[in-house]
């Protein structure tokens, strides 16, 4: 029985109850997809958020605003090698055709889980303080053309 309440349940319609009420805007994209935009400490961030009805799970994607030209993709692969290495949860990777890193997670929703709200806090903590992190990062390897392993010194002198 349980299953099947899941199975109508949708959590996009929680995220987007979620945003309205800190008064950030939404763009319902389809029943399964919502982006939301919020303020970082560097620039603002794209959220994306896609619910997975058959495998119960919700994906969100949290873009950075960080767009290059003429991108060392070999740099990239690299950054994104050294930088997730150290991620317990989730994972970066690059948008090729925007030509911006983002930021992946995903959770699954338990059939009696219908209160998101605690999950939701803790799935957007953990991507923005990982791409708020990350952001210098990306920026001295993308805009600056810094190689990976120096772009990321000093965060391994803390």
């Known amino acids: 029985m349980l299953a099947e309440n899941l199975c109508k349940y949708n959590p996009i319609d929680d995220i987007e109850c979620f945003f309205h009420k800190s008064k950030h805007s ?3 994209r389809n029943d399964h997809e919502i982006v939301v935009e919020i303020a970082g400490k560097w620039d603002n961030m794209l959220l994306f958020f896609a619910w997975e009805e058959n495998m119960h799970c919700l994906h969100l994607s949290c873009l950075l605003n960080i767009e290059a030209e003429n991108v060392n993709l070999p740099s990239i692969f690299e950054l ?6 150290d991620i317990w949860v989730g994972y970066f990777s690059y948008w090729e055709e925007l030509k911006m890193p983002l930021f992946k997670h995903s959770v699954f929703i338990e059939s009696d889980e219908f209160d998101l709200n605690k999950k939701l806090s803790q ?16 920026h001295a390897v993308l805009k600056q053309h810094i190689a990976p392993r120096r772009a990321l010194m000093p965060l391994t002198m803390m």
Do not use: D, H, S, W
């Open 26 to 28: 939404t763009e319902r």
């Open 80 to 85: 994104l090698a050294l930088l997730n290495e």
């Open 123 to 138: 799935v957007l903590g953990i991507a923005i303080t990982e791409c708020e992190r990350a952001y210098p990062i990306f």
